[in-house]
């Protein structure tokens, strides 16, 4: 008798009986595959068993604060919000050869300082943990290493260790027996995941878990992992560069914008306690087309190179591309200059791209993105001792941010004396750092005037 299958919607996990080319619950299109069914009467969470619990009053319960721990580096708990807490399950993706592994590692000389932690690895065996363990000179911590990729196994050294913390790398290696589908899928990713979360809460076992990502820069696998896990991970950058960075994109105890810069050497992973030197490291302070902005990363203040490359084409269509900065952003303000300045780059090729691999999302940066191409439009330099902050809107006015405060004293602690700052400041009560100068403008025209 042939098996049943079912077919699964790799975004968002949604279930359905046939093959269809977009998803009716998330609208994806070329998402759906097809896995064999879990046969009916198999237990499909590993064997898990724990006490039964019942409803709480929430005027019962207790008002104690969740227990948090440090795992030895400052830029990790940074983006968890100050540490890790106990019993949460924590999936940390990104690309193969990124340094997942090697950051997970790391911490747990620290881990095992004061807590009994299993590392599981279904990839690499013993001995090629403890060889890479003394690359990075932590060979002789009290780690368990435990090679091995079925869960019911896993779960078992589990009870027999009895560990506070637990690391699985990878989650698309892990496999259930009862299941007939192969590692990786979306049934079975789905299952040990699902069986890690409750023996995480079940137990009060801190688990990392290490998931690769697919082509689209997604985890591999459903959408609905992130659900399941308490925090979401995501590890970035270049392989071929020395710089990573993490960044949360789901925090349940704790904010989700904040970011840890991390660099790449060969005793492993550093972090970088001041990433807007990093950022700036090499910059050309005579040449046109770039301009430093400052953005806010969570509560820290980032400062980035932003470089802009206007050339003339004869083309019907200039070509546009951007690298870390959003593109359809990067066309509004395109256009802006082209109607509110005045300058006629819509006959141009542009080449939009920040420095350091980091990712401006955030409105602040409008403005030296602004100054950056029409220094390249132009082909005058922007001085090299001055920022620019602030949003850009359509009718080419400019916005106050938030935190600018925090933003002026990063920007005079790195040497910069000059601010290009809204006129507008709102509510907010501006005490400029010694030194540095603010140059109020109203407009981009205005901008445009003060320095070119």
Known sequence: MKAKTIFYCTACGNEMPKWQGQCPACRAWNTIVEQPAAPKGKKTTGGVAFTRQKPKLVSEMDLAEEIRFGTGMEELDRVLGGGAVKGSLVLVGGEPGIGKSTLLLQICDQLCRFAK?????????????????????????????????????VLAAVEETGPDILIVDSIQTMYNGDLTA???????????????????????????????VNKEGSLAGPKVLEHMVDCVLY????????YRILRAAKNRFGATNEIGVFEMNDTGLRGVPNPSQMLLEGRLTEEPGTCVACVMEGARP???????????????????????????RAMLLMAVLEKRGGLGVNTC???????????????????????????????????????????????????????LNQRLSEVRRLGFTKCLVPKNQGKQTITPPEGLQLIPVKNIREALAVLL
């Open 117 to 153: 932690v299993l590392y599981v690895s279904g990839e690499e065996s013993e001995r090629q943990l403890k060889l890479r363990a003394e690359r990075l000179g932590v060979g002789q911590m009290g780690l368990y290493l435990f090679a091995e990729n079925n869960l019911e196994e």
């Open 182 to 212: 192969s590692p990786g899928s979306v049934s079975q990713v789905k299952d040990c995941t699902m069986a890690l979360m409750q023996m995480a809460k079940g137990k009060g076992t801190t688990v990392f878990v290490i998931g690769h």
């Open 235 to 242: 590890f970035e950058g270049d392989r071929h560069m020395s």
């Open 302 to 328: 980032v400062l980035a190179e932003v470089q802009a490359l206007l050339t003339p084409t004869s083309f019907g269509n200039p070509r546009r591309s951007t690298n870390g900065f959003d593109y359809n």
């Open 349 to 403: 090729d542009a080449y939009l791209n920040v420095i350091g691999g980091l990712n401006l999302d955030e409105p602040g940066a409008d403005l030296a993105a602004i100054l950056a191409l029409a220094s390249s439009f132009r082909d005058k330099p922007v001085p090299a001792d001055l920022v620019a902050i602030g949003e850009v809107g359509l009718t080419g006015e400019l916005r106050t941010v938030s935190a």
